[in-house]
């Protein structure tokens, strides 16, 4: 007698999913149950992933609407993780109805059978896991001595990166900037190492580590103010320019999430349009040991993000892996 004997198997046409019950994760319970240390530590894992073949992560495709904004899906799968699934949303007219400018959504799918498992709120992961990774550059890149930063804007990402700083590096102060002082002002105050100031090429001229987040589309600084080995990161994205000066990023040495950051947008970063993928390095390869990091205490180091599906299939099983562990979250019927 076959097994199929032994065991009749409903045709397909009788089978119906019936009512599953899905976890579910709000902003604040997300942000409740995401440990910083550990996403730094695997986002680190995740870079080796990537460069190794061990993540699924194909390219984003993007929907316009016109005249308000646009919509990004992102999806990721590592074997041992949940499937992952991000939308976000980006329409900066937002932040003029007090909503952020930024909005996401993530899904978890169990890979053995492709059931929701977990649906998440995608908003504040977008923010953590971009700084999370500049600030994960800046570990693996920058100097071990490294005591002044500059963050140059205060929003989303200037408050993450703010946050995020001080686990990498024994900082002795943080200079904030941004195009409006009195933002920068409310931003300072959230640390005792941050103080606000308007003299930007002064904050770079000093630091050993600068973080441009702003959300620009021009450059915020000049490469002139970089000093011998500091180390600098961009996280902004406003193509068909941006934040991080061109020459900086064609005259020292440039590192990248994967080496699609140097397609056409929104793939890849305007900045880094014209130039050859072969200049850049993959953190991944770093993290790997496949290529050098850091190659001397006066080498200036640049890290230019794009923000990839790995980062948030990180963070997204992170947070649900402490909920489920903790019994966090609610329950909804699907």
Same mark, same amino acid.
């Given at each position: 007698?076959?097994?199929?004997?032994?065991?009749?198997?409903?045709?397909?046409?009788?089978?119906?999913?019936?009512?599953?019950?899905?976890?579910?994760?709000?902003?604040?319970?997300?942000?409740?149950?995401?440990?910083?240390q550990e996403l730094l530590?695997?986002?680190?894992?995740?870079?080796?992933?990537?460069?190794?073949?061990?993540?699924?992560?194909?390219?984003?495709?993007?929907?316009?609407?016109?005249?308000?904004?646009?919509?990004?899906?992102?999806?990721?799968?590592?074997?041992?993780?949940?499937?992952?699934?991000k939308i976000v949303n980006?329409?900066?007219?937002?932040?003029?109805?007090?909503?952020?400018?930024?909005?996401?959504?993530?899904?978890?799918?169990?890979?053995?059978?492709?059931?929701?498992?977990?649906?998440?709120?995608?908003?504040?992961?977008? =923010?953590?896991?971009?700084?999370?990774?500049?600030? %994960?550059? /800046?570990?693996? *890149?920058? @100097? $071990?001595?490294? #005591?002044?930063?500059?963050?140059?804007?205060?929003?989303?990402?200037?408050?993450?990166?703010?946050?995020?700083?001080?686990?990498?590096?024994?900082?002795e102060h943080v200079n904030?900037?941004?195009?409006?002082?009195?933002?920068?002002?409310?931003?300072?105050?959230?640390?005792?190492?941050?103080?606000?100031?308007?003299?930007?090429?002064?904050?770079?001229?000093?630091?050993?580590?600068?973080?441009?987040?702003?959300?620009?589309?021009?450059?915020?600084?000049?490469?002139?103010?970089?000093?011998?080995?500091?180390?600098?990161?961009?996280?902004?994205?406003?193509?068909?320019?941006?934040?991080?000066?061109?020459?900086?990023?064609?005259?020292?040495?440039?590192?990248?999430?994967?080496?699609?950051?140097?397609?056409?947008?929104?793939?890849?970063?305007?900045?880094?349009? =014209?130039?050859?993928?072969?200049?850049?390095?993959? %953190?991944? /390869?770093?993290? *790997?040991? @496949? $290529?050098?990091? #850091?190659?001397?205490?006066?080498?200036?180091?640049?890290?230019?993000?794009?923000?990839?599906?790995?980062?948030?299939?990180?963070?997204?099983?992170?947070?649900?892996?402490?909920?489920?562990?903790?019994?966090?979250?609610?329950?909804?019927?699907?």
């Amino acid at each position: 007698m076959s097994a199929a004997e032994k065991h009749p198997v409903k045709a397909a046409f009788e089978i119906k999913k019936g009512t599953r019950h899905v976890m579910t994760l709000s902003e604040t319970e997300v942000e409740k149950h995401l440990d910083l240390q550990e996403l730094l530590d695997g986002l680190e894992e995740g870079f080796r992933g990537l460069e190794s073949g061990e993540i699924q992560s194909p390219p984003r495709p993007k929907l316009s609407v016109n005249g308000k904004g646009f919509s990004l899906a992102m999806l990721a799968w590592r074997p041992g993780m949940q499937i992952t699934v991000k939308i976000v949303n980006v329409f900066d007219g937002n932040l003029d109805i007090d909503l952020p400018n930024h909005l996401a959504l993530i899904n978890l799918f169990d890979p053995n059978t492709g059931a929701t498992s977990c649906v998440m709120d995608g908003t504040y992961i977008t =923010g953590i896991r971009t700084a999370a990774a500049a600030v %994960l550059a /800046a570990r693996m *890149l920058s @100097r $071990k001595g490294s #005591r002044i930063a500059t963050v140059i804007g205060a929003g989303v990402q200037g408050r993450e990166h703010l946050r995020l700083l001080p686990l990498i590096r024994d900082l002795e102060h943080v200079n904030v900037c941004s195009i409006r002082f009195d933002d920068a002002q409310k931003l300072a105050a959230r640390s005792k190492i941050a103080r606000a100031t308007t003299d930007v090429e002064a904050a770079v001229r000093e630091s050993d580590i600068v973080c441009l987040a702003a959300h620009s589309p021009t450059p915020t600084i000049k490469p002139e103010w970089i000093k011998p080995g500091a180390h600098v990161s961009s996280v902004g994205y406003c193509p068909p320019n941006g934040e991080l000066p061109r020459d900086l990023a064609r005259e020292h040495r440039l590192f990248v999430e994967t080496l699609d950051a140097f397609q056409p947008t929104p793939v890849g970063c305007g900045e880094l349009s =014209g130039l050859d993928a072969s200049t850049g390095t993959t %953190l991944g /390869a770093v993290a *790997l040991g @496949r $290529k050098p990091g #850091r190659l001397s205490d006066v080498e200036i180091t640049v890290y230019k993000a794009m923000g990839v599906a790995m980062e948030d299939m990180v963070a997204a099983n992170l947070t649900y892996q402490r909920a489920k562990r903790a019994g966090g979250g609610d329950v909804m019927a699907w």
